[in-house]
C-alpha cells in the first residue's frame, strides 16, 4: 500500500491483510506493507523486490 494513498483505501486493504492471514494455514502467503513517500502509481516500481523477496525465500513453519 502506498503512503499517498486515500485513507479509506489504506484502512480497507489493512483489514483484508488481516483476513487473509487466516488462510497461512493452507499455505497462502500474505503481507501488509506501508511504502511510505510513495504514490499509486510508483508502488508497483518501488515493491517489485519485496515481492519478489517473498515469492523467492521458503517459509519455515
Known amino acids: 500500500m502506498a503512503e499517498g494513498d486515500d485513507v479509506q483505501e489504506r484502512q ?3 483489514l483484508l491483510a488481516d483476513r487473509m ?6 499455505g497462502f502467503r500474505s503481507d501488509y506493507y ?7 502509481m510508483s508502488l508497483p516500481i518501488t515493491i517489485a523486490h519485496r515481492v519478489l ?5 521458503p517459509r519455515i513453519r
Open 12 to 14: 480497507d486493504i489493512e
Open 21 to 26: 492471514k487466516a488462510l497461512s494455514v493452507y
Open 34 to 40: 506501508l511504502q511510505e513517500g510513495e504514490d499509486h
Open 53 to 57: 523477496r517473498q515469492a523467492f525465500n
